[in-house]
């Protein structure tokens, strides 16, 4: 039955991809999201589904879609950059075979991350894109939302529809996306067009803030509890009532703290002692040795280079009772641990270039929001959406940045695609100015006068 459901879903898709081709686009974005090929037991599996969407997609594009408007963006130059310096490591890779295989799907999320904003000529596009990525991703946030109210969950027990640790269906990395969605979630329930937000559409988005909020409990991702942190800081920039705001802040983790799960609460004071904790005092290890390898291969070892590490490091193991405790420091060894934060990914794999183009290509996007936001939060009340989105997208990049410490997501097709909309929606508002400024009648009479 769950084979024959996607299926249908994406035959519908497809179908109606053929009288409007932009849904071929969407469709490659549900499917790079959810990868129902994961989800089904037989008969998707034996098919190239990406392949075919992004064929049609780009197909479509260029034999029918309007290319008047396009027009290419400084930060599509810099993903291009990065892919081609991606691929030259990837040639001289420690672990050839296994680049190889990170190298497969990489190329593609960068790839389409360039292609993407070209498709983006119009509002209702932008909000297509980001509402069937907020959909696609509430398809995973709903079910783990229902499973932690159901049972707690637990660090490495929440099952997200499939038990595959990886990609969105990973701990930390969905705790970090389904925060960051959180303020385009609230954008739609003030200035969604494609569902009128009516007071169905807003009983729907805040149901899914509070299943977002879930996750990280769920997970027990101590990276869920900072990116839920720092969106609370974030949205105290665009409070109207900023005190009454700081109030709910303080009382919610006083009201919410009954009702937590005691796993998550052990876990959660982990954050405190790094150093009795054998996954963080790791991190720190490996995050060590990557700065020393970085300086012998200040171009990178390739994707997957971490599998060359062999790191030693100090845990505090706290023995006894609450009033006899001994606490002893034990040495652990360990090898082929992978980097935990999209910062050292970065530099291990691509070296300094690939860090720099990295960092660059997510300061422009966080700096281009904010000159969109103050721009039009301050102008007219029919361009108060774009202000606000701008707001949104930005506050879902800061999250990911900082989400991106703790978890290695520096090439997770999800962030490439917010960075397209990004793209999409400051070409688009550029565009709009343009014609805006440009007027004929007042010219020829100034010419005539």
Same mark, same amino acid.
């Given at each position: 039955m769950r084979d024959l459901?996607? &299926?249908?879903?994406?035959?519908?898709?497809?179908?109606?991809?053929?009288?409007?081709p932009f849904l071929f686009v969407l469709t490659y974005v549900y499917i790079d999201i959810v990868s129902p090929q994961r989800l089904t037991y037989l008969l998707l599996n034996s098919v190239p589904i990406s392949l075919i969407a992004v064929a049609l997609a780009v197909g479509s594009w260029l034999l029918f879609?309007? %290319?008047?408007?396009?027009?290419?963006?400084?930060?599509?130059?810099?993903?291009?950059?990065?892919?081609i310096y991606c691929?030259?490591?990837?040639l001289?890779?420690?672990?050839?075979?296994?680049?190889?295989?990170? $190298?497969? $799907? *990489?190329? %593609?999320?960068?790839?389409?991350?360039?292609?993407?904003?070209?498709?983006?000529?119009? %509002?209702?596009?932008?909000e297509a894109l980001?509402?069937?990525?907020?959909?696609?991703?509430?398809?995973?946030?709903?079910?783990?939302?229902?499973?932690?109210?159901?049972?707690?969950?637990?660090?490495?027990?929440?099952?997200?529809?499939?038990?595959?640790?990886?990609?969105?269906?990973?701990?930390?990395?969905?705790?970090?996306?389904?925060?960051?969605?959180?303020?385009?979630?609230?954008?739609?329930?003030?200035?969604?067009?494609?569902?009128k937000p009516d007071w169905r559409v807003k009983i729907f988005c805040y149901a899914l803030v509070f299943a977002c909020l879930l996750i990280p409990v769920g997970t027990s991702a101590r990276t869920g509890l900072l990116c839920i942190g720092l969106l609370a800081l974030l949205m105290l920039r665009d409070a109207k009532r900023r005190f009454l705001y700081l109030a709910l802040m303080a009382a919610a983790p006083v009201v919410a703290y009954p009702f937590l799960p005691p796993s998550f609460l052990a876990r959660?004071?982990?954050?405190r002692t790094y150093k009795g904790d054998s996954s963080a005092s790791t991190r720190v290890a490996v995050w060590q040795w990557t700065i020393d390898y970085a300086k012998s291969h200040p171009f990178g070892g390739g994707f997957e280079a971490y599998r060359g590490n062999h790191v030693r490091y100090d845990i505090i193991v706290v023995e006894g009772d609450?009033?006899?405790? *001994? &606490?002893?420091?034990?040495?652990? @060894?360990? %090898?082929?641990?992978?980097?935990?934060?999209?910062?050292?990914?970065?530099?291990?794999?691509?070296?300094?270039?690939?860090?720099?183009? $990295?960092?660059?290509?997510?300061?422009?996007?966080? @700096?281009?929001?904010?000159?969109?936001? $103050?721009?039009?939060?301050?102008?007219?009340?029919e361009t108060l959406w774009a202000g606000q989105l701008a707001s949104g997208l930005q506050m879902a990049h800061l999250i990911y940045l900082l989400g991106g410490a703790f978890v290695g997501i520096a090439f997770q097709p999800f962030v490439y695609m917010l960075i397209g909309a990004q793209i999409g929606l400051d070409t688009y508002l550029a565009r709009k100015r343009e014609e805006a400024a440009w007027q004929p009648f007042r010219a020829k009479a100034a010419i005539a006068a």
């Open positions: 459901a996607f &299926i249908a879903f994406l035959g519908a898709l497809f179908g109606l991809g053929f009288r409007r879609d309007d %290319k008047r408007d396009v027009r290419l963006a400084p930060r599509q130059g810099l993903i291009l950059l990065l892919l691929g030259a490591t990837t001289t890779a420690d672990f050839p075979v296994d680049a190889v295989g990170k $190298w497969e $799907w *990489v190329w %593609k999320a960068l790839a389409f991350a360039i292609f993407l904003p070209l498709t983006l000529r119009t %509002k209702l596009r932008i980001l509402l069937f990525m907020i959909l696609s991703a509430s398809s995973i946030v709903i079910v783990g939302g229902i499973k932690t109210l159901a049972s707690g969950g637990g660090y490495g027990e929440l099952n997200l529809m499939v038990s595959n640790n990886s990609g969105l269906y990973e701990g930390s990395i969905i705790s970090t996306v389904a925060i960051c969605i959180i303020p385009l979630i609230l954008w739609f329930a003030r200035h969604g067009t494609i569902f959660m004071d982990t954050i609450k009033n006899n405790q *001994v &606490i002893k420091r034990a040495l652990e @060894v360990d %090898k082929s641990r992978a980097y935990h934060s999209s910062y050292f990914e970065m530099l291990g794999e691509q070296g300094y270039p690939g860090l720099a183009l $990295w960092l660059l290509l997510n300061l422009i996007g966080v @700096v281009r929001m904010e000159v969109l936001r $103050w721009r039009y939060l301050r102008g007219a009340e």
